[in-house]
């Protein structure tokens, strides 16, 4: 009993508990992932009708960056992008005379996992995409369709569907990924955790209650996708 209110005062969240930081590294980690999650979906969706473009230049370029980001460790293009892209922006700042960027933590690991999940999202989309009938594209354009309005009355609403596994899937794995953003020093979940084990010596303890967090992440994540398909695949015939 007294080890149980131990581990109950250790995870409190007022002081000297470490619940408070944890629940606030949880908020951090949920930050960063929406936040790269969309930014992904956005270079993604660019990303995918570049490369069903036809211009042979812009798609190499994007082939490139596909093939780069999904062959190089997470890991390593974080610390990478971090470091290499804040200090090439300072270095042209001091071309123009102008006084060193400090690059906020929050945005700065929203922009470096965004980019990383932009290759992934290009794909996704992509696929998803290709997956349309040709014929309700030829439709719509003998119907004189503008583009902008073929999008968004033909592609997006057929593109949904086929996008939400790949979309639950990137989801789950920014969240995860969002755990390497504490090598660069930015107070996420995993990194509140560490601090608050290294504080406490009760590593078992917090390690296990930010485990316990990200599965509640992915379950309420699980249902939220779960509930966003059935929507948006309402009215199709199910597959036997």
């Excluded at 999650?37 to 995918?48: N, Q, R, S």
Aim: charged share 10%; aromatic share 10%.
């Amino acid at each position: 009993m007294n080890s149980v209110n131990s581990i109950l005062e250790l995870l409190s969240i007022n002081p000297p508990g470490w619940g408070g930081v944890l629940l606030t590294g949880a908020l951090a980690t949920l930050l960063i992932s929406m936040g790269a999650y969309f930014l992904g979906m956005v270079l993604g969706l660019f990303g995918a009708f570049g490369k069903l473009s036809g211009f042979r230049s812009i798609e190499w370029l994007l082939q490139l960056y596909t093939t780069v980001v999904r062959a190089v460790p997470e890991l390593i293009l974080i610390i990478a992008l971090y470091y290499a892209g804040t200090d090439g922006l300072n270095r042209v700042l001091a071309l123009v005379d102008l006084g060193p960027l400090e690059v906020n933590g929050l945005l700065a690991a929203v922009i470096v996992l965004g980019f990383v999940q932009g290759a992934y999202m290009t794909e996704v989309l992509r696929g998803a995409i290709l997956a349309i009938p040709v014929g309700q594209l030829e439709a719509a354009k003998a119907f004189g369709m503008r583009p902008a309005l073929r999008f968004r009355r033909v592609i997006l609403p057929a593109l949904i569907p086929n996008a939400l596994p790949g979309f639950a899937n990137l989801w789950m794995g920014v969240v995860k990924d969002s755990a390497l953003i504490a090598v660069v020093g930015y107070q996420e979940l995993a990194l509140a955790a560490r601090m608050a084990a290294s504080n406490t010596k009760q590593y078992m303890v917090f390690f296990l209650a930010a485990a316990a967090i990200y599965l509640t992440i992915t379950l309420i994540s699980n249902q939220i996708f779960t509930a966003l398909e059935a929507y948006y695949r309402r009215g199709q015939r199910a597959l036997a």
